[in-house]
């Protein structure tokens, strides 16, 4: 059934006229000449200050999202536009709206059908909007057909995620992988972007490598790519020199993974005390973290924070930022952070797992920290409550610390199926040995003989043949 709905503009605000839902500041509507497509509209209400940034050099997107709902999606298209809007604003884009369609198939020309084009297009020029974030990476030919029909920007959830990661890389690592990750989307996309490459300004997708390069033939691109993959595997080169280094030492490595924003970086940060940026945005760090973790006993290892999994994420970036997403590839143990308030903590547990695959991160135990215990409310479980792909589930607040020593003790557990039990007594003359045991081993009892220093200790399998 349609129903017809009207709004009227009030001291700046939209508000509703009918029986519907009202948000502050903004109203939902859903289309009456269409049943399988829903609009929601917030109001302009926003001044031009608040649509500059702070040097007032440059102007803020303000977008409307658009997404198609096919019967083969395995989320809910609502959802998956609530993360859009959640990138477009760690982006520093202003969401004035989102459109929703329901289709077999996207459009293979525009995306969206042409009615709905129509229906984005005056929305756009009701709300003042400058730009649409598409919610799948589009072709270039949808790109560039949506971009003539609506006259505005076009950007894509793909261009959207790059764009983040070209604002949150510091590491010379980290400009290297998200450079190369932008130069192979945007190779494919010369004809496709259309007028757009000669269009200086800001905003998203114009941070990274810059205009210059866009402006290039693809032959130049394609030089470029060159060159940065032969300095990306200079740093895999290094990288793996450490894993060597670190696999000398013996101590055992932890691999910190999860969804973007599941509380990684808090968690290392609890734990260790390492002062890694830790904010409720998606990718708030990139660059992957190590530091060394004693747990009760003696018993060390390294905890590893790698960068945050999301549905869709490029494949460009999987590839780009492979020398840092394998750090989960050579961990002794995962360590995958849930948030359990997330409504979409059971989808979110699937992407990791889907990305681990990809990966060829296999077989490996894993540890699924429950975290944000301190957000839901008292009794409350949460929105997902095992994990029957762990070896062991544990609930937690990395925030507040609550339910880490039991973490600790499930770590050490599985930590000590992979060790050997040694008892023996070492001569005096080989203390370096005890010293060994003592660095990278668990000591349970040790006393001084006449003869030597007597040794009941649990030790790694790696440094087992040097004691």
């Not at 525009?110 to 919610?135: C, F, H, P, S, W």
């Not at 300004?201 to 210059?212: L, Q, S, V, Y």
């Not at 013996?250 to 973007?260: H, K």
Request: proline share 3%; hydrophobic share 35%; glycine share 10%.
């Amino acid at each position: 059934m349609t129903r017809r709905l009207t709004a009227e503009r009030e001291h700046g605000k939209w508000s509703r006229q009918d029986s519907g839902y009202v948000r502050a500041g903004g109203m939902t509507a859903e289309d009456g000449l269409d049943t399988g497509s829903r609009i929601q509209a917030a109001g302009k209400g926003s001044s031009l200050d608040d649509r500059m940034t702070d040097k007032g050099s440059e102007q803020r997107d303000r977008v409307i999202l658009i997404g198609v709902r096919t019967p083969q999606s395995e989320v809910d298209e609502q959802d998956s536009l609530d993360e859009l809007a959640s990138l477009a604003d760690t982006a520093g884009a202003e969401v004035l709206g989102t459109v929703i369609q329901n289709l077999e198939n996207p459009e293979p020309g525009t995306y969206i059908g042409r009615g709905k084009m129509e229906e984005v297009k005056a929305l756009a020029q009701e709300l003042d909007a400058n730009g649409v974030i598409a919610d799948d990476e589009l072709s270039p030919a949808q790109m560039r057909n949506l971009s003539d029909a609506l006259d505005l920007k076009v950007m894509d959830r793909t261009l959207l995620i790059l764009d983040i990661f070209a604002q949150r890389a510091t590491s010379s690592e980290g400009k290297i992988q998200v450079e190369m990750a932008q130069l192979k989307y945007r190779m494919t996309r010369l004809s496709g972007i259309g007028t757009q490459l000669s269009r200086l300004g800001g905003g998203i997708g114009t941070r990274g490598p810059g205009e210059k390069k866009l402006e290039t033939d693809r032959r130049l691109i394609q030089r470029r790519i060159t060159q940065l993959r032969r300095e990306l595997e200079d740093v895999r080169r290094h990288r793996e020199l450490l894993r060597g280094h670190r696999g000398e030492g013996a101590a055992p490595v932890a691999a910190i993974v999860g969804y973007t924003n599941a509380g990684k970086s808090t968690l290392l940060n609890t734990l260790t005390g390492a002062g890694v940026l830790a904010e409720n945005k998606l990718f708030a760090t990139l660059d992957p973290v190590t530091r060394l973790l004693e747990l009760d006993g003696g018993q060390k290892v390294l905890l590893t924070d790698t960068v945050g999994f999301i549905r869709k994420l490029p494949h460009h970036l999987v590839e780009a930022f492979g020398s840092t997403l394998e750090e989960a590839k050579y961990a002794d143990v995962i360590i995958h952070v849930v948030d359990a308030s997330n409504p979409q903590a059971e989808s979110q547990m699937e992407t990791v797992y889907d990305t681990l695959g990809q990966l060829g991160v296999m077989g490996k135990p894993v540890i699924t920290l429950l975290n944000k215990t301190d957000c839901l409310d008292d009794g409350m479980t949460g929105n997902v409550t095992g994990d029957r792909r762990a070896d062991a589930v544990v609930r937690i607040s990395a925030k507040t610390g609550a339910g880490l020593d039991a973490f600790e003790r499930v770590l050490q557990d599985i930590l000590t199926r992979d060790l050997i039990l040694v008892e023996r007594t070492y001569g005096y003359q080989d203390g370096g040995k005890v010293q060994l045991i003592r660095t990278y081993g668990q000591i349970l009892e040790s006393k001084y003989e006449p003869d030597g220093i007597w040794v009941k200790a649990y030790v790694p399998k790696k440094i087992y043949g040097s004691i």
